[in-house]
């Protein structure tokens, strides 16, 4: 029996990926589970493996190609199994799509079946021989202009699963089947849901039509990477649906300060940043304001027990906001050994998908950049995001005396739908009285 | 509450109903002085005497008739067959006369007549004998079809046949006679065309009637083990079938196995799927799958029996199934 290689979804929100490089040649023996090609997704490159023991008889994507989610990728099969009609599915990689004949074929070359493998007639003759038994003609697409089932219908899913995705608005190509041959099925819309992983459905994207008109060699045009249409999705459906507010304030850093001076002081494995201390800081106050630690899911609003802390990182490509889980509980030495290896491997864009999901707040920190202070985007559905200034020394006035204070400003974007302006400033409140006595982060 | 036998329960329920109604008889094959096959009309002739509890001749056709027409002049009989497997001669007088009489005569003959026995197979009492006729009897428009599976649903749904103006068939099981359960002494009535949820849970369904009823109740059993809590919908009526226990059933837990005795081509759990596909559709997460008798004539060797026969590792190799945990 004969395996279909499909275009997985090998993250959650991927709708369509770049096979980077194929890892085997057709004519290869392959297992389930090895390594088939590297594909770009919208996050990163991932290995898709063989689903079905065989030899990879046919490529039908090339490399570099882009193709959505569900489209048929190859064909394992054993060497000498019959897989024409398999392939005969798929529009060829390279190849011009066979001509229809122009002398009709006898009834029996229309009769072929195309996915042989579903055939649901007696068992008397195994599918795959009654392929190969039929007549040596090209198996021609039908007369009628009949619209071939594209990538979606390859997607199977209980009658169940579509119902509870079309309820939530999730759409089934971003989610991953673990039923028979893939078939989504209840439980996996309920991974997904609950991952919050699936995008809302079709954004409408009204294109503003500018009425300048740039010169030749004013610009140049640059295709756009998966990364950076997700960006835009997501951050688009951001900021057009979300009515945010923005809460700014300055906090002390001198304890923060003293503290790392008398850490580092102890030896270098004590060492930590500015920035470890602000994201302990943040988990532990979001355990203690759980209405922050939220999420809105259009008809419920989702307060999260544990807090996973994302955390906004530049890439070459792009942003991306790996997830520091339980970062309330965790000491601050593995929250810096975490956030420094997530970083690094952000870079190498080498995170895995349940590396940068699941985040119930997020940070964002500009200070290395000297950015005094900003407002950042919230990463749906998270109800709010922590924007970090520069640390720097600032003259200021305490006790009535001008003092030289080390100071940093950070901006909280909030979903007005979750929080209200009191609540978001109880929390900056709570957030103060930690990083202005880092002691407390240790209690 | 007095624990008392399947045999014992139909016996007590055509006995009250033969001392609550005196238009109420007893016929069929050595049901008087032998006191039934099964000996579910123990001490009848004794207490109602020759002209209430009727011997007949081996003559199936025969005495069905004499029952329909006893049944068009007003009385209310009881009809035993010695099984189900010999009432195959009789079904002229059952499809022909009894389920039609009400309708071609425009009304003006109701047939309150119950045609009962044993259904299905017993032990290696090879082909001709081991057969469950459900899905023909339940094809007929005009007839009602009921399959206990306990004594308390026998005795209760039996009673209700007797009072139901309707022809009703009786399906009851040789291996059910000696089941114990517990039956009221006070009277009661289960109304035909109510399913009984015998076992609740949340993630699989099996749907099921008659004899397969305890084997579904096993299977609940150690499947609850593993984790795996089903819902065990005893159909108890076959016609009218109560769609909506079904449906209330599946809608729960997106998934069903279907078990009946019987050979799987057109079989009762056929229609069940049927409702399910036409009621559920957007509730099921996964196909439907059905187990029934093997698609061969009933082999006589005990081995082949076995194998033929629908049971309790068949049944939870199909919930696993429905679940893909295989």
Known sequence: ?443 | MPVITYRDALGAAIREEMQRDDRVFLMGEEVAVYQGAYKVSKGFLQEFGEMRVVDTPITELGFAGVGVGAAMVGLRPVIEFMTWNFALLALDQVVNAAAKMLYMSGGQFKIPIVFRGPNGAALQLSAQHSQAWESWLAHIPGLKVIAPGTPYDAKGLLKSAIRDDNPVCVLEGEMLYNTKGEVPDEEYLIPLGKADLKRQGEHCSIITHGKMVLVAMQAADQLAKEGINIDVVDLRTIRPMDVEAIGESVKKTNRAVVLEEGWEICGVGAQVVDYIQRDCFDYLDAPVIRVHQADTPMPYAKGLERAAKPDLPKAIAAVRKVMYLD
């Open chain 1, 1 to 443: 029996m004969a395996t279909k290689v499909f275009m997985e979804a090998l993250s959650p929100t991927m709708e369509e990926g770049r096979l980077v490089k194929w890892l085997k040649n057709e004519g290869d023996a392959v297992k389930s589970g090895e390594a088939l090609a590297e594909v770009e997704t919208d996050k990163a490159i991932m290995e898709l493996v063989a689903r079905g023991d065989g030899i990879l008889r046919k490529r039908l994507i090339n490399e570099g190609d882009t193709a959505p989610v569900g489209t048929l990728a190859g064909v394992i099969a054993t060497a000498d199994e019959n897989i024409d009609a398999l392939v005969a599915g798929a529009a060829p990689a390279g190849a011009p799509a066979a001509a229809a004949p122009a002398a009709p074929q006898p009834a029996a070359a229309s009769s072929v079946p195309t996915r042989p493998e579903e055939s649901q007639g007696e068992a008397s003759t195994p599918p795959q021989q009654r392929a190969a038994a039929a007549p040596p003609v090209p198996p021609a697409a039908p007369a009628a202009p009949a619209p071939a089932p594209a990538a979606q219908g390859d997607v199977r899913s209980s009658p169940l699963a579509r119902r509870l995705a079309s309820e939530r608005g999730l759409d089934l190509n971003s989610v991953q089947g673990s039923g028979p041959n893939g078939r989504i099925i209840k439980r996996d819309i309920e991974a997904a849901a609950a991952a919050g992983a699936a995008a809302p459905r079709a954004a409408a994207s009204a294109a503003p039509s500018g009425p300048a008109i740039p010169r030749e060699g004013d610009f140049h045009d640059e295709p756009l990477s998966q990364i950076r249409k997700t960006i835009a999705k997501r951050l688009g459906e951001s900021i057009g649906p979300i009515p945010t507010f923005y809460l700014t304030a300055e906090f002390d850093l001198s304890r923060v300060m003293e503290m790392r001076k008398a850490m580092a002081e102890l030896g270098d494995q004590f060492k930590v940043s500015v920035n470890d201390v602000l994201l302990k800081a943040t988990a532990v106050a979001l355990s203690q304001h759980p209405e922050v630690n939220a999420h809105w899911l259009g008809d419920k609003i989702r307060y999260h027990n544990r807090v996973h802390l994302g955390m906004a990182v530049a890439t070459d490509d792009g942003l991306i906001v790996p997830v520091i889980w339980d970062a309330d509980r965790k000491r601050m030495s593995e929250i810096s050994r975490e956030a420094k290896e997530l970083a690094k491997r952000a870079r190498e864009r080498k995170l895995r998908p349940e590396e940068f999901t699941g985040s119930t707040f997020s940070v964002s920190n500009l200070g290395m950049f000297g950015i005094d202070q900003f407002t950042a985007i919230i990463n749906p559905p998270e109800a709010g995001i922590l924007a970090i200034g520069t640390s720097e020394e600032k003259l200021v006035v305490v006790n009535g005396e001008p003092v030289v204070r080390n100071r940093v400003r950070v901006t909280m974007s909030c979903d007005h739908r979750i929080i209200d302006g009191a609540v978001g400033a109880k929390f900056l409140q709570t957030l103060r009285r930690l990083i202005e006595n880092p002691l407390m982060l240790v209690y």
